[in-house]
């Protein structure tokens, strides 16, 4: 059974980056698609970015891809998120979660075919 954890998140300056972290354990982590979500406050929750199994195939929500840009590193079991130039607006709980499979669904930024996920980590950008 995967389990994943998050780290990263902090209070941050507008215009600085960071890097989340996404640590699985088990050993079928590295054999899974990840992806990374946000939930602003009052807000629903967004997909950000997925990553294949093997790191080969990488989905963004578009308007987030450069800034987003999205890693893995199996000899870690972990996926990172790069989080570049924060703006006031990324201010949300930054969850990860592992898919059933190896490859991103079709409809991953939906949440849709991802069956265990994260506690969140906070990060909170101020002006």
């Known amino acids: 059974q995967v389990q994943v954890a998050e780290s990263g998140g902090g209070l941050v300056q507008a215009g600085e980056s960071l890097t989340l972290s996404c640590v699985g354990s088990?050993?079928?982590?590295?054999?899974?698609?990840v992806a990374w979500f946000r939930q602003a406050p009052g807000k629903e929750r967004d997909g950000v970015a997925c990553?294949?199994?093997?790191?080969?195939?990488?989905s963004h929500i578009s308007s987030l891809r450069d800034r987003f840009p999205i890693s893995r590193d199996n000899s870690k079991n972990t996926v990172y998120l790069r989080v570049i130039g924060l703006k006031a607006e990324d201010t949300a709980k930054y969850y990860c979660a592992a898919a059933a499979n190896s490859f991103c669904p079709g409809s991953w930024f939906s949440g849709t075919g991802f069956q265990t996920w994260g506690q969140g980590t906070q990060v909170t950008v101020s002006s």
């Open positions: 088990g050993l079928q982590f590295a054999k899974v698609a």
């Open positions: 990553i294949s199994y093997d790191g080969d195939d990488k």
